[in-house]
């Protein structure tokens, strides 16, 4: 049992540096791009496209990784009104696990729609302009951050009803 613990444990390590670096290193490389976008347009007077269809595919990519690094640190919007409504905190730990096995519901489902839009963006594919790029490399970073998203909300709720069994919420 603790082999399982340690193992879980570096996998989400792995899967938590892995998104923080990709995110960081996309930020960054739209920065460039769009930083050498302007020096070429208002310097040289000569515009580059393709920088400017790469930066947008990157906001585009950086948006569908950090699906799963929002969803990791609880930091998407909310407004918790449980309190106001509901006073025993077990009775709130309750309603937070039914709402949280709801979401995490709503994201597997959103999985399996990801994966079919996914594939149908393979089989019918649209070439960018540009780049030359099929959009459906875009697609697959969807569904990679739609995976992190329903782990990351599963494992969410059993973190709660292992504190509602022990009694911390």
């Known amino acids: 049992m603790r082999l399982l613990i340690v193992i879980r444990g570096l996998i989400f390590s792995a899967i938590k540096n892995t998104e923080e670096f990709l995110t960081g290193v996309i930020v960054g490389l739209i920065t460039l791009f769009i930083f050498f976008q302007v020096i070429t347009r208002y310097v040289l007077r000569w515009a580059v496209p393709e920088l400017e269809e790469a930066a947008a595919y990157g906001m585009l990519v950086l948006v569908f990784i950090s699906i ?4 990791r640190r609880r930091m998407h919007v909310k407004v918790d009104i449980v309190p106001l409504f509901i006073k ?54 969807l569904f ?17 009803i292992a504190g509602l069994v022990k009694g911390r919420r």
Request: cysteine-free.
């Open 88 to 141: 025993n905190e077990r009775a709130q730990g309750m309603f937070k696990l039914g709402a949280d096995l709801i979401i995490a519901i709503a994201s597997l489902v959103f999985i399996y729609l990801a994966f079919q839009y996914m594939m149908s963006v393979w089989e019918y594919p649209f070439i960018s302009l540009y780049l030359k790029l099929n959009e459906g490399y875009l697609k697959v970073f």
């Open 144 to 160: 990679i951050g739609a995976v992190l998203m329903g782990g990351y909300w599963v494992a969410i709720g059993v973190r709660d």
């Open 68 to 71: 799963g690094l929002v969803t």
